[in-house]
């Protein structure tokens, strides 16, 4: 009973995870006329309808979503990177404001696409897009400390560290060792002692990459990291 164009672009919804944004439709599914055919959409009641960050904002019922899914076919490898690399830029975003003057936009705005976002970075896994692991690893991980989600960042930088090794990338080895330092130094679970010990060998991993003459200001940052988990050692002498 749907139109062409409606046929057409219901199964691509599936691509989503959660919710999605009407502009997050046009990007990823090619359709200019997003707006227009998910309030069509909804209006079958295809599609649930809320309002997020001001606008409107769309998802499929999983019953309805695993039905379009079913129909998505040979389309669905292409549209699983597209959807990856859009999550991708939107990450990279939101890590820009979170960093900067925009920090609670950044901030919301991940929240908002959080399942989208572990989406994407699991699909440059299984597709072994190593440099977009490593940027997804490296921009979700100051998202992930603020919500002190640390079990989750060791993952996510584990996930990295492996794929910036296959690349033989130093500099973003070095990255995802000051993330793991951070995460080990904050896990809640597991032997404090023995992951603050984890915590100092990765940032002093790090800082045989990040010299105080080349990169100035992730060693001061690293070596920052390690003074404060050199501080909270539950053992030697105080």
């Not at 057409?8 to 599936?14: G, I, R």
């Not at 500099?171 to 100092?200: M, S, V």
């Amino acid at each position: 009973l749907l139109l062409p164009e409606e046929q057409a672009l219901f199964p691509k919804l599936s691509i989503f995870v959660g919710r999605f944004f009407p502009e997050d439709v046009a990007q990823v599914c090619g359709v200019a006329t997003a707006s227009g055919l998910l309030d069509s959409l909804r209006g079958q009641s295809l599609l649930v309808w809320e309002e997020s960050l001001g606008k409107t904002r769309y998802r499929m019922l999983p019953t309805v979503r695993e039905y379009a899914a079913d129909r998505l076919g040979n389309l669905t490898a292409e549209l699983r990177r597209r959807h990856a690399e859009h999550f991708l830029e939107i990450l990279d975003r939101a890590d820009n404001q979170i960093r900067g003057k925009e920090q609670m936009v950044g901030i919301a705005r991940i929240t908002a696409d959080l399942d989208n976002i572990r989406s994407g970075m699991e699909t440059a896994i299984e597709v072994r897009d190593h440099r977009m692991v490593v940027r997804y690893s490296q921009a979700f991980g100051e998202f992930l400390q603020m919500k002190a989600r640390f079990a989750e960042l060791l993952m996510r930088n584990q996930q990295g560290l492996t794929t910036a090794q296959v690349l033989d990338d130093v500099q973003l080895i070095a990255g995802c060792q000051n993330n793991l330092g951070i995460a080990y130094a904050n896990l809640p679970t597991g032997d404090r002692g023995a992951n603050l010990k984890k915590a100092i060998g990765c940032h002093e991993a790090a800082l045989r990459v990040y010299t105080e003459h080349d990169f100035p200001v992730q060693w001061a940052m690293t070596q920052n990291n390690l003074g404060a988990a050199y501080a909270k050692l539950p053992i030697g002498d105080r």
